[in-house]
């Protein structure tokens, strides 16, 4: 028996607008889902004073860190051997690293109207904006992954 490796190609092809498509779709998502969790945290009494959890503020986040991601998304899928097994990695260690700015602001209260329900809800919102981020990358920007194969 022979064990070979070999490159699943793409189930779709990367066309120019895939990237901005991508973009665009996580985005939207991303500010839907982010402006319930305003909602609801407005809601729950953290106050409309504290400027992260203002519609202007994450939604200028949102487009900068879909972009971003865009990027090393494209990074990793055209320069990685294994971009599945990397961003399987990487995504949550991004993830978990940009909690970072978010507990800094509760401790430090750098913020107006810093309250912890309001750095919750940056958090939650970060876990929503990239599950939209990877879900739309996927959709638009698939990844080869690396298989092996028995040959009988």
Known sequence: METTIEAITPRRKR?????????????????????IIAAIAHGAGVSHAFPPLQFATYTALIVLAVIVGSLGWQLVR???TNPSRLLTRLVPLVLLLSFVPDILV???????????????????MHIVVATAAVGSYLHFLPVRSTNVRRDS
């Open 15 to 35: 066309t120019f607008a895939a990237v901005p498509t991508a973009v665009i779709a996580a985005v939207v998502v991303g500010d839907v889902a982010s402006t």
């Open 78 to 80: 055209s320069r990685a």
């Open 106 to 124: 509760g401790i430090n209260k750098s913020e107006t109207a810093t309250t912890w329900g309001g750095v919750i809800a940056l958090m939650a």
